[in-house]
């Protein structure tokens, strides 16, 4: 008897259970990504953080984006298919994003060592989440301490992959951002949205507000629009 259940409501399944789930047992610790130098890290956490989310808003946001497209893309693909091409992009998300928070880290890390800083001071100034002003500016200091603390949750990489997918499948398909009330073509809307993030990502301005993963949206699109290119590049050739 064929399973009458989607990949897509399965997924949202479990990012709803696992929600509620850690609103009474601390799961987050264990479950968010963290910095891999965090003594929280651990490499389940590239997978795990997609289904983990920040608050009420920032789960329906992801789920309502994950039905209204992924819904259309498993139609065409099949669940297998497009569960792979989920978490490929989700987890490429997080392997760019921490690549991107290393580096970054690290730039800031040297400055302070050049100052004659010991490794112990520089750990126990992060613990604390304090920073010398007369070194380093604001910016650097969320770039080292921010970077090592703050973990990323959610399925936001997978999702601007989908996004991606979907602007590769239904080019035409008209779509409306909240602020911006006027249809608009998904292959033009959805460049335009990861343009912003990047735009968000290397300034540091955001009209979403703080806290998001910028870095990670970027890097879930580059995924899914590699993997697209591939498959369609395969079609092509086994024609």
């Not at 994003?97 to 004659?116: C, H, P, Q, R, S």
Request: charged letters at 10%.
């Amino acid at each position: 008897m064929k399973n009458s259940l989607s990949a897509v409501t399965i997924l949202v399944a479990i990012n709803v259970l696992l929600f509620f789930g850690s609103q009474s047992v601390d799961l987050s610790s264990s479950l968010a990504l963290y910095f891999p130098e965090n003594s929280h890290f651990g490499v389940w956490q590239f997978v795990s953080h997609m289904f983990m989310h920040a608050n009420l808003p920032h789960l329906l946001f992801n789920m309502f984006a994950l039905w209204m497209f992924g819904s259309q893309l498993e139609a065409i693909w099949g669940g297998k298919k497009f569960v792979i091409f989920y978490f490929a992009c989700g987890i490429g998300a997080a392997l760019i994003y921490t690549a991107i928070n290393y580096y970054e880290f690290n730039a800031v890390y040297k400055i302070l060592k050049e100052t004659g800083l010991s490794g112990f001071d520089i750990q126990s100034m992060i613990d604390k989440g304090v920073y010398p002003d007369n070194i380093l500016s604001e910016q650097q200091a969320i770039d080292l301490i921010g970077t090592y603390l703050r973990p990323m949750v959610g399925a936001s990489g997978a999702i601007y992959g989908i996004l991606v997918a979907y602007a590769f499948s239904f080019p035409n398909n008209k779509l409306i951002l909240i602020f911006l009330p006027y249809p608009v073509a998904a292959k033009y809307f959805v460049p335009a949205l990861i343009t912003l993030d990047l735009f968000s990502g290397v300034t540091g301005f955001s009209i979403f507000g703080g806290g998001v993963a910028h870095f990670a949206h970027v890097g879930g699109a580059i995924i899914g629009f590699l993997m697209m290119m591939y498959w369609r590049k395969s079609r092509v050739e086994g024609a």
